[in-house]
């Protein structure tokens, strides 16, 4: 057991925290949450000139070669940096269902145009029933000579506005399919939705798209167990930009509270504070740990249904307790559209509800438990 | 990272729990919560020690294994899953061996540890007073110098296993003009002493653990003083590091937690989501709890004091107990009133921690005392004076 990060990783962490200071600063974020397309090009080219793009992916596509774990230390620096833009929609949606489903032409042919900072990816899975089940998945894709006709409406899909590609998962008779969809294919539209995070959520429109054959991902009928996989990474990432951003909650209410001057001492000598940033502190840690051995266990490639579910169940309530504790210590001047509490309470509620709530991870460890 | 254990660390887990699971066979004991309170037997005490699993992290030269923190954490994670008797050498192995190895004389050291990993000498903890709870620093037994002894008067409180324990390590003030934390020191006392006399305190369990101990002029020799004379509080401070950051902080009750689950499995009470989702909750909230643990454990092998650490995991770990406690209730219902007999569920073990568990967030520091430590000592928090 080694609870510590490697040289390595803790270089990555190290450079990806001056990165985002500089290239990332809230100016930024406050700017792309009112932006149209909430990307900053700029920045994107300069993520890909980190290697950020490629981090994950095999070296002959492009890539870096790193592991998961790897992933989740940059991952954790994003959510401290509030980081917008469609990074997550294009690796972890995006690049890593392809390097896990792909043929060896669709690889070979897309992960070193995303490796590069050249192409956009999204996962169109979820529609109006918001669920992440089988069952949720109305939207149609009807076999028509050489392609497929895909109809259907699917709603909360990240980045899609901005997507070159979309993984688009449709129900081919009782079973589903994951297909590579061109974004910009007829048929398709797009809406932004005005979510809570302003994090250019869409809703997507098929009518009528067609798409060929060959862009089936993996085997017809075989794209839930690879939903499964997907909701897992996905659910194990969002926990290490979770942590990223309760860390930062916590340091920044700690740090309020040693400035802030009340009754002749500083907020942070009551022990009425202290004890908020206490269990604050064991709620960081708690998702730290729980966190962090659920992406080990993926990246080693060990079953990890039950403590990746684990994973997002705790963090999912835990950032929520620790932006909420938060706004507590910080008081009036937390509540105000100018302090930068309100970014991580807001994100904190999305990242909750995205790949699975709480509850639904809980219903995932009840079965996992054997009893 | 890397939440691997070893092979040989898992090979360990397996020898202890096969050990345990043949003395249960053998009817040796029951699986019982809070066994490393009560559950004092010095016989099992020795078979653990035949075993050569106390002082397993000290110094070979007395004995010992000089193994890793980690396992001696595996070690204390499974006696505790299993519920295991190991009260009777639990504060020698956890604390005063450990603190004599830092600040004892070689003298006392070879007095002590090998009795100690031999299960041939057991230990209770002279520490809170009437007068002096959270407020440890306060406390008021003195200890007076005279000719060659010093002389004990005063009086402590909760001091578990004291009518059965052979030695008591005791911290007194050996200066009261100091500052409060400036005049405290430690000795290791004969419990057969003149001078010392032992009263039961019931809890509310209706069990007997917890004693007054009074001191009335003690005489105990100047070779009694572990580590330096008024310097008691530092010593302590350490010790009281090891004493919050264990398993036990987490898995008092577990019994509870292994008879609960097959109670819900043998009534098919998953079906109701209701209890499946209370017993996820439980699932996810214990791992958390044995990741900060261990992260406690990994701080210690690498050398370091896990002086917020420590107090983190246990109001963590406490909280959890109690709560396991309180679900078990909640899961049994009515049935979860009867103590003991035939109609009682889970063997009356839910209910008898439902009834021990406000003392898993008092006892070894409170949470409160805690969190305040995680505040100013984690976080850098100012002090409140």
């Known amino acids: ?371 | 990272m890397d939440f691997k254990m070893t092979g040989e660390q898992e090979t360990f887990r397996r020898e202890i729990q096969d050990f345990l699971l043949n003395e249960i066979k053998a009817g040796t004991f029951q699986p019982t919560p809070d066994a490393w309170l009560e559950g004092f037997s010095p016989e099992f005490s020795r078979k653990i020690a035949g075993q050569g699993w106390i002082g397993l992290t000290w110094p070979r030269k007395y004995g010992g294994q000089e193994r890793g923190y980690l396992d001696r954490l595996i070690y204390t994670e499974e006696v505790l899953r299993y519920g295991a008797p190991v009260c009777a050498h639990w504060p020698g192995d956890r604390q005063v061996g450990p603190s004599l190895i830092h600040y004892g004389t070689e003298e006392q050291r070879e007095q002590f540890l090998p009795k100690i990993i031999r299960g041939e000498m057991f230990f209770c903890l002279g520490m809170s007073e009437p007068e002096s709870g959270s407020d440890l620093a306060s406390l008021k037994t003195r200890a007076e110098e005279k000719d060659d002894c010093f002389i004990i008067n005063g009086q402590k409180v909760w001091t578990g296993s004291a009518h059965r324990a052979d030695f008591v390590y005791l911290v007194v003030r050996t200066d009261p003009d100091l500052p409060k934390h400036k005049g405290i020191s430690e000795f290791i006392v004969d419990m057969k002493t003149p001078g010392i006399e032992v009263r039961p305190l019931v809890d509310l369990v209706g069990m007997h653990h917890l004693n007054e101990v009074y001191f009335d002029n003690v005489r105990v020799p100047k070779s009694a003083l572990i580590g330096e004379k008024n310097n008691g509080w530092y010593q302590i401070a350490a010790q009281l590091d090891y004493e919050r950051s264990g398993m036990e902080r987490l898995m008092s009750n577990y019994p509870v937690f292994t008879a609960l689950k097959d109670f819900v499995r043998d009534g098919d009470l998953m079906q109701n989501p209701l209890v499946s989702h209370k017993m996820a909750e439980l699932e996810i909230e214990f791992e958390v709890g044995r990741l900060l643990i261990y992260r406690v454990a990994w701080v210690l092998s690498q050398g370091q004091v896990p002086n917020f650490e420590s107090a983190l995991a246990k109001t963590y770990g406490t909280d959890f107990e109690q709560k396991l406690a309180n679900t078990a209730m909640e899961v049994l219902g009515l049935s979860g009133q009867v103590l003991e007999g035939p109609r009682a569920a889970l063997l009356g073990m839910a209910t008898r921690s439902y009834l021990f568990s406000p003392g898993y967030s008092i006892q070894g520091g409170t949470s409160e005392i805690l969190k305040t430590i995680i505040a100013t000592r984690g976080l850098g928090l100012p002090t409140g004076k």
Request: glycine residues 10%; hydrophobic residues 40%; negative net charge.
């Open chain 1, 1 to 371: 057991m080694d609870l510590s990060l490697s040289e390595g990783q803790e270089m990555l962490k190290k450079m990806a925290r001056d990165f985002l200071v500089n290239e990332c600063p809230k100016t930024l974020v406050r700017e792309m949450e009112e932006d149209e397309s909430g990307h900053s090009a700029e920045l994107w080219r300069k993520m890909a000139g980190q290697g950020w793009l490629g981090l994950v992916f095999p070296e002959k596509y492009g890539g870096m070669g790193m592991d998961f774990l790897d992933l989740a230390v940059l991952l954790e620096e994003m959510g401290r940096a509030c980081l917008p833009g469609p990074y997550f929609s294009t690796v972890v949606l995006g690049g890593l269902t392809l390097l896990e489903a792909g043929s060896e032409e669709q690889k070979a042919e897309l992960i070193p145009q995303i490796a590069a900072g050249d192409k956009i990816m999204t996962l169109a899975l979820t529609e109006p029933s918001a669920s992440y089940t089988p069952e949720g998945i109305e939207t149609e894709a009807r076999a028509d000579g050489d392609d497929y006709v895909i109809s259907g409406t699917k709603l909360f899909v990240p980045d899609a506005h901005i997507a070159d590609y979309m993984i688009c998962a449709a129900r081919t008779g009782d079973r589903i399919t994951l297909f590579l969809v061109d974004a910009k294919a007829p048929g398709i539209s797009t809406t932004v939705l005005k979510t809570i995070a302003s994090d250019k959520l869409c809703e997507v429109v098929f009518d009528k798209v067609r798409v060929p054959k060959a862009n089936v991902l993996g085997e017809v009928g075989g794209g839930w167990a690879l939903v499964e996989n997907i909701i897992q990474r996905a659910a194990a990432a969002k926990c290490a930009e979770m942590v990223g951003g309760a860390q930062q909650v916590l340091e920044m209410t700690v740090d309020y509270s040693k400035q802030r001057v009340q009754f002749g001492r500083p907020i942070g000598s009551f022990q009425a504070i202290q004890h908020h940033c206490a269990n604050m502190a064991i709620d960081v840690d708690g998702c730290r740990f729980i966190t962090y051995q659920a992406a080990w266990m993926l990246s080693t490639g060990l079953p990890c249904t039950k403590e990746v579910a684990m994973a997002k169940a705790w963090t999912s309530d835990a950032y929520r307790r620790v932006t909420a504790l938060g706004h507590q210590v910080h008081g009036g001047m937390g509540f105000i559209k100018d302090h930068d509490m309100q970014l991580y309470y807001r994100r904190a509620k999305a990242a909750e509800v995205t790949f699975g709530d709480a509850e639904f991870h809980r219903e995932t460890v009840a079965r996992e438990m054997g009893i």
